[in-house]
């Protein structure tokens, strides 16, 4: 018996079982052609081993992880097309046991499931895995959404490559968009991007600290009306991967890149932090700072001082002060706050059950602060949109009543402004919500989630080509997002609403490259395809859409998008309607 790390491929054949009923001697001698001609011969040329076979499927071992995935992307690549065989696969390193002729550990476990999650053309890889990838590599990747897959203990963000299957999406202009995030222009005005700061405390429950202290530098710069600071979200990507600086400058389109750690140890913490050019590769400053925990936020306060003054030193000592935290005043109630802002992106029911869970926690420790309340405004949004709420209407009305209340507490604060914006769209308050998201994005022109929202508001209220800047800019903010692709299906909306299908088409299959599971970007696309009488792609499209909503109707449509001209409902649900969107649920 033989113990060992080991990165694990596990490939199966779609639809296995009804090939072989239907035509068993066909099935079988196209198997045969894709193990001879392509499966073996790519494994071969990655350096793998095929370590098990199955009547379905294989369970291939790899000693790089580099090797696994570009194994299961070139046989995927290599069968685009067949006319009998689809294959699904997963990869995940973990520790596996060989014994004679077998395998099996936590390595081909997880692989395995999630072989099964995959749906039939993607390959899904663990959080692991993807961490262990070089930038390039784990930018064909999208999604990254937690799953608790089956007899495994611990939940696993699960990345996914393609979203769609090739021909179904524009490859032209996807191959545009990845073109231009690499050449993106510096802004006219200092900019900066702050990586996720090491957590060196030997505790990986310890990882929430780290970031929260990295996501706190982030919104105090980005308070900074003379910088550009690039959203947490697309700086995080990078974490857990060999550090680049140049690369990720090129990346990101910004000329100063600050990193750091976190040392955490009882009631101290140690803060280490460096400043680089990194388009001339220079160090610019870097220091230490040690402190008890009560003086966390002094620190935090202190690094960005630094950054200002040095990047920008013609920046008044007046603007710094005026972004100073005046909102968390206790740690243990900042803690429950970032924990829920951790939660919240993933976008997952039980993300969000634990993201309001923590925000109503640093509410109650500490009701001064705005934080907690819009972290819940925001929770109660995302269930109502998702289908996750009792009740959709009453779950607006109380993120209205949240937001209302963060912003009482602290009238500029862009977040809660953001969400009290977009709360108000939800209720047909249109007017009201796009003059919130305006004085969000005065308070904070850094903040990508004020600039979607308030296109999102626009496209609702009529005013879709005013939408497109203020989504460009959200794309700008952020350009490696894992949620960029709710910006890009909007884009699809905007230009659903001008008459423009094709443009809104191509949109939307950048959003589902982006992230497959998302409802809205299906809906919009099959909307599209409809108009350009395209029927059964957009009977095709439709079919995804009800497959990720299996409960929508014309009446849920209608109750779900707050459009605010009846023309503009009427148009949408009409090119829904002609290809197979329901009148109503079925009657039980």
């Known amino acids: ?140 990747f999208r999604d990254g959404k937690s799953h608790q897959l089956k007899n495994v203990a611990r939940s696993v963000q699960v990345w996914r490559w393609p979203a769609v299957s090739a021909s179904a999406v524009a490859p032209i202009v996807v191959a545009a968009m990845a073109e231009d995030r690499e050449h993106l222009a510096l802004p006219d005005k200092p900019s900066i991007a702050v990586l996720a700061f090491d957590n060196l405390s030997g505790d990986p429950e310890q990882e929430y600290f780290s970031d929260g202290i990295t996501g706190e530098i982030i919104n105090s710069l980005s308070k900074n009306r003379g910088f550009f600071v690039i959203a947490r979200n ?153 289908g996750w709420s009792e009740s959709a209407p009453q779950a607006i009305l109380v993120a209205n009543e949240l937001a209302t209340r963060a912003v009482e507490l602290d009238s500029r604060d862009a977040v809660s402004l953001t969400a009290l914006g977009t709360s108000e769209v939800y209720l047909g308050r249109h007017d009201d919500g796009i003059a919130h998201h305006r004085m969000a994005i005065e308070c904070n022109s850094n903040l990508p989630w004020a600039h979607g929202n308030h296109a999102v508001a626009l496209i609702y209220s009529g005013r879709g080509e005013d939408s497109i800047a203020s989504l460009k800019e959200a794309l700008r903010l952020s350009p490696r997002d894992p949620f960029n692709f709710m910006w890009h299906y909007n884009l699809g909306l905007a230009a659903f609403f001008a008459g423009r299908y094709q443009e809104g088409l191509d949109w939307t299959d950048i959003s589902i490259q982006e992230s497959a599971s998302q409802t809205s970007a299906y809906r919009i696309r099959a909307g599209c395809l409809s108009q350009l009488d395209r029927i059964e792609e957009a ?12 409960d929508a109707t014309v009446e849920s449509i209608r109750a779900q998008i707050p459009l605010k001209r009846p023309e503009d409902i009427e148009h949408h649900i009409e090119s829904l309607r002609r290809v197979g969107l329901p009148e109503q649920a079925p009657r039980m």
């Not at 790519?42 to 370590?51: D, F, L, R």
């Not at 499931?113 to 993807?130: K, N, Q, W």
Request: glycine fraction near 6%; aromatic fraction near 6%; proline fraction near 2%.
């Open 1 to 140: 018996m033989q113990r060992r790390l080991a990165a694990i491929l596990a490939v199966d054949v779609v639809n296995y079982t009804r090939l072989m009923s239907e035509d068993q001697a066909r099935t079988l001698d196209a198997l045969r052609q894709l193990r001879t001609e392509l499966l073996e011969p790519v494994v071969s040329e990655h350096n793998g081993t095929v370590v098990k076979r199955m009547g379905d499927g294989w369970i291939v071992d790899f000693a790089s992880v580099s090797d696994a995935v570009d194994c299961a992307l070139h046989i995927h690549e290599g069968l685009a097309g067949h006319e009998v065989i689809r294959l699904r696969s997963g990869i995940h390193i973990g520790d596996v046991v060989f014994e004679e002729e077998d395998v099996f550990g936590d390595g081909v476990n997880v692989a395995a499931r999630l072989e099964e999650l995959a749906e039939p053309g993607e390959v899904l890889i663990s959080d692991t895995v993807y961490r262990s990838l070089d930038g390039k590599a784990a930018a064909r």
């Open 234 to 386: 697309s700086t995080f990507t990078y974490k857990g991967q060999a550090i680049d600086l140049t690369r990720i400058s090129r990346e990101l389109g910004v000329r100063y890149v600050l990193e750091g750690s976190v040392r955490k140890a009882g009631s101290r913490v140690r803060i280490a932090a460096q400043l680089v050019d990194a388009l001339h590769g220079n160090q610019i400053w870097a220091d230490k700072f040690d402190g008890d925990l009560t003086d966390l936020f002094a620190v935090q306060d202190e690094i960005a001082h630094n950054i200002v003054a040095t990047v920008a030193p013609e920046m008044l000592d007046a603007e710094m002060q005026r972004v100073r935290r005046i909102d968390v005043q206790t740690l243990e109630a900042w803690e429950f706050a970032i924990r829920a802002q951790w939660h919240l992106p993933r976008l997952t029911k039980e993300d969000n059950a634990d993201a309001l869970r923590f925000a109503l926690k640093a509410m109650e420790l500490d009701p001064g602060a705005p934080l907690g309340f819009s972290i819940a405004a925001f929770a109660h949004i995302i269930a109502s949109q998702a």
């Open 539 to 550: 009977r095709e499209a439709m079919a995804n859409f009800l497959r990720f909503a299996p």
